[in-house]
């Protein structure tokens, strides 16, 4: 069973950072696109950063201030936050296209975490 499990989350400044980690585990074939959403109370979801092999793309609110990675070694791929803002307060989670093999299937399935509270102060 594959599992994505967000960390790093808290409470900060403005003007602070943080740096937010989604590690996966299981029985992993390949790890494709990995992104990261949040969600703020009484607002939709939204895309926030993503990652593709080498290849990242940000919303235009965190362009500049956020930094995407990936660790293939660790299966595991980071968010650095920096200059946070009060409309950073939201629940960030981690969105994983994750191949497994199923027998002799491959199967290609989006997974999610469970989310991580980051509340920037004012």
């Known amino acids: 069973q594959v599992q994505l499990v967000e960390s790093g989350g808290g409470l900060v400044q403005a003007g602070g950072s943080l740096r937010l980690s989604c590690a996966a585990s299981?029985?992993?074939?390949?790890?494709?696109?990995v992104n990261w959403y949040r969600q703020a109370p009484g607002k939709q979801r939204e895309l926030v950063a993503g990652?593709?092999?080498?290849?990242?793309n940000y919303a235009d609110s965190v362009k500049d201030r956020f930094t995407i990675s990936r660790d293939n070694a660790k299966n595991t791929v980071y968010l650095q936050m920096n200059s946070l803002k009060p409309d950073d307060t939201a629940v960030y989670y981690c969105n994983a296209r994750i191949t497994t093999l199923q027998g002799i299937t491959y199967m290609v399935n989006d997974y999610w975490g469970q989310g991580t509270q980051v509340t920037v102060s004012s």
């Open positions: 299981g029985n992993m074939f390949r790890i494709g696109a």
């Open positions: 990652i593709t092999g080498a290849s990242t």
